[in-house]
C-alpha cells in the first residue's frame, strides 16, 4: 500500500507538558499527538519531530511528519481532524502532503527559537507563564554588542549542559538578536541545530554579563572559554518558544 | 486602635478562579487573599473590591482596601508581603495608605473593561486563555460605527441578563471603542459602573450585528428595544480584562 507522507506544523502551550519526547512518565506533545493519530489510523503511527523542547518550553511553529495509510482525508484536512482530537494547549496550524522522503528533523535547515522577556515590572499574571520576568531594565544595545559576537560556526561547548551527549558541540548560528516587541523584550536566534538547553544557557550567559557590565571582548572570552563553569545561569524553559523550522526548497 | 485604610491594586489571571467574590464552592480572588490577609494578621480582614468579576474574568487593574491594625509593616510593603504568601495568579501591584472614609466599590467614579480578539487566524495556544478566537476579520470601521452609540446616560437593559436583579439598569458610559493593538483587536469601554455580564453582552451584541451587516440606525434599535432577546449571544468570559478602576482626586 502507498502511504503518503504528512507533514505538519503544530503550536503548543508547553506549560503542562514534560516536553515534546514521549517518556514513561508526564504527559508529552508527541504521545498526545501519537494517541490521536491512532485514534484516527485504528493503529499506531510514528510521528517524527523537528526539534526536541524541553519540558516548559512552547511551540508556534515546530514541525513534524508521520505516514498515513488514510486515503479518505485530504492532507489539509489531517488539520481540523487531529485538532478535533487534541487538547485545547496543542493545535495543528496546518497539515500538507510532502515528498516521501522527507524527515522532519533531518531535513531541517535550520530552527529559530525566541525567548520572551518582561523588564522592569512585574509580569502581569497572564504574562506570567510566557515570559522571564525581570526587575531592572537591561541594556539592549549592550546585550546586542554581545550577540553579534554569537555567529557562524562555533563550538558552543560554553552552553552546553554538562549532560549534553552530542557528538559534536559546532553549531551554525545564522542570527542572534535582541529586540523590543509590543511590551516585552524578545531574544531571537536561527541556527542548523541547537544542543540540549543551548538557547538556554545563552540567554543566562547573556542576562547575566550584561548585568556585570562585562565588555564585549570579555564576554567573547567567555564563549571562546568552551567552559561550562563560565556560563551565566540557564534561564528557565517557560520564555522559550520554538517559533520557526525551515526546511530547503522542494526539489 | 487606630486602623488603616490600604488601597491594594491587584491584577489576576481569572482562568482557574470561580470569579471574584467569596463563596461556598470553588476558588475565588477574593477569597485568596482574604486568606493571605488573615495569615498576616492572625484575624479575617475583611476585603471590600471595586468590581466582582465574574468567573473565568481577568484582571490588570482590580482595586481593592482594607483595614489593618497592623503598624509594623509601612503600607507600600502590603504588596510585596502579601504576594509571598498568594498563588503566582493573583499578584497586588501596589499598595498605599488611603483616607479612612475609602471604599473601593462605592467611591469608584469608573471602570474600564478591555475584551481582547484573536481575529482570522487560530489563537496560538499561548493565546487562547486571553482571547476571544474569531475564524472571521470583522470591520472595525463598522463596529466602531456601533460603539458611537453606545454613550452616555443609557438603559442598558438590552446587554442585561435576564437574571440581573439591578435596581435601576441606567448606566453612564464614557467611552466605547474598537481598537487594533499589537495582533489583537481590543473593545475597550469604560461606565461608571456595569450591570452583570454586560460588557460580554455589549461585545457578543456588536460582533452579532456586525456580522449581519446590520446599519448602525439598526443597532440603535436594538439597544432602544431594552429587550435581551434582541441580544446576540453572550461572549466568552475569557477574553474580558478589567483594566483600570478610578476614583476622583483624594479631597
Known sequence: MIERNIKILIAYDG????????QDKGRTIQECIGTALEKLHKHPVRLTGAGRTDSGVHANGQVANFYTDIQTIPPERFAPALNSILPQDI???SAEE???DF???FDARSRTYQYRIIAGRPALPHERLYHLCMRR??????LNAFTRLLHGE???????????????RYRYIHNAVFFVQNDSLVFEITANAFLWKMVRSIVGTLLFYEEKGALPVE???V????????????APAHGLFLQKVDYPPKK
Open 15 to 22: 506549560t503542562n507538558f514534560c516536553g515534546w519526547q514521549k
Open 91 to 93: 493545535r495543528i496550524l
Open 98 to 100: 510532502t515528498t516521501s
Open 103 to 105: 524527515h522532519a528533523r
Open 137 to 142: 531594565h537591561p541594556s539592549v544595545v549592550r
Open 154 to 168: 562555533m563550538d558552543c561547548s560554553t552552553f552546553a549542559s554538562p549532560k549534553d551527549q552530542s557528538e559534536s
Open 219 to 221: 564576554f567573547a572570552a
Open 223 to 234: 564563549v571562546n572559554s568552551f567552559d561550562h563553569a563560565k556560563a551565566g545561569p540557564t
